[in-house]
């Protein structure tokens, strides 16, 4: 077995730091980097491009709704054609400082509000997609199992890693459960890691409802966000590698 661990990664601003970005980044195979939008800003960004050479880690766009104040989990209802010249501006943005780096941009992968409303809306799904075709067409669409977004890269052609969530609760339509409700985001290292192993050995996940729901990815999102974040990503990757799986970067695990 062999599986990719992700994180979304560098989401301070200016002094402003969010996460354990320099821990999580010894854990982790692949980040997601913000790009300015919802979060992050040019030294950021180079700050974690040059950590994740060091750590080796492959990096990835992580893209999101223009919203500072939000960090990008308010819902925007805005034109197509606009959200995909914005996740163009911002692939752009992480391949100029990656440069600084030595490194390739591998991937990319929505974030919040953002990857919530592509999951369900096609126009949106294949907006991103878009962007991804014409500015660097070998780029990894990650995309929620299941959603618009896995469809939209089938449909473009793009190279597709679906991605399943480490520490978050899901719907039985195979969403995610809304951050609102509680019990949406698992503190639990040990509840995260048994999700963890359900979808790797078995292909599914239980719903907040109690139903079984299949999930399949070739990558699992922990998140960094949370004050927990280091502590259950370490005990998911000690896991899973116990349980005999070996943790790689999302090109490796295409490959």
């Given at each position: 077995m062999k ?5 979304d990664i ?7 730091d969010?996460g354990?970005?320099?821990?999580l980044?010894t854990?982790?195979?692949?980040a997601n980097?913000?790009?300015g ?8 960004m180079?700050?974690?491009v040059?950590?994740?050479k060091t750590?080796?880690?492959s990096?990835?766009?992580h893209s999101?709704f223009?919203?500072l104040w939000?960090?990008g989990r ?7 054609k606009?959200l995909?010249?914005m996740v ?9 400082m990656?440069r600084y780096?030595?490194l ?5 992968k929505p974030?919040g509000?953002?990857?919530?409303m592509?999951a ?11 962007a991804i075709?014409?500015?660097?067409a070998?780029?990894i669409y ?7 977004m896995?469809?939209a890269a089938?449909k473009?052609?793009l ?13 039985q339509?195979g969403?995610?459960t809304p ?5 949406s985001?698992?503190e ?7 999700q963890?192993?359900a979808?790797?050995?078995d292909?599914?996940v239980?719903?907040?409802q109690?139903?079984?729901v299949a999930?399949a ?7 960094g966000?949370e004050?927990t974040a280091?502590a ?5 990757r ?9 943790i790689?970067?999302?090109p490796?695990?295409?490959n």
């Amino acid at each position: 077995m062999k599986i990719n661990l992700n994180a979304d990664i560098a989401e301070g601003f200016g002094a402003y730091d969010i996460g354990n970005d320099a821990e999580l980044m010894t854990i982790i195979r692949s980040a997601n980097v913000a790009c300015g939008f919802h979060a992050g800003d040019a030294n950021s960004m180079h700050r974690l491009v040059t950590l994740a050479k060091t750590e080796a880690v492959s990096i990835g766009v992580h893209s999101g709704f223009n919203d500072l104040w939000g960090f990008g989990r308010r819902k925007i209802d805005m034109d197509p054609k606009d959200l995909e010249l914005m996740v163009a501006y911002q692939i752009g943005a992480l391949k100029a400082m990656a440069r600084y780096a030595g490194l390739a941009v591998t991937h990319l992968k929505p974030h919040g509000a953002l990857n919530n409303m592509a999951a369900v809306r096609e126009d949106y799904a294949l907006a991103i997609g878009r962007a991804i075709q014409v500015v660097d067409a070998e780029l990894i669409y990650v995309a929620l199992t299941g959603s618009e977004m896995e469809k939209a890269a089938r449909k473009l052609g793009l190279k597709l890693a679906r991605e399943g969530f480490a520490d978050r609760q899901y719907e039985q339509d195979g969403n995610l459960t809304p951050r609102s409700i509680p019990g949406s985001v698992y503190e639990d290292p040990a509840v995260a890691l048994a999700q963890c192993l359900a979808m790797v050995r078995d292909g599914h996940v239980v719903s907040r409802q109690g139903s079984r729901v299949a999930v399949a990815a070739e990558t699992i999102c922990v998140h960094g966000d949370e004050p927990t974040a280091v502590a259950l990503a370490r005990h998911v990757r000690q896991g899973l590698e116990a349980a005999g799986c070996r943790i790689v970067t999302i090109p490796e695990m295409l490959n």
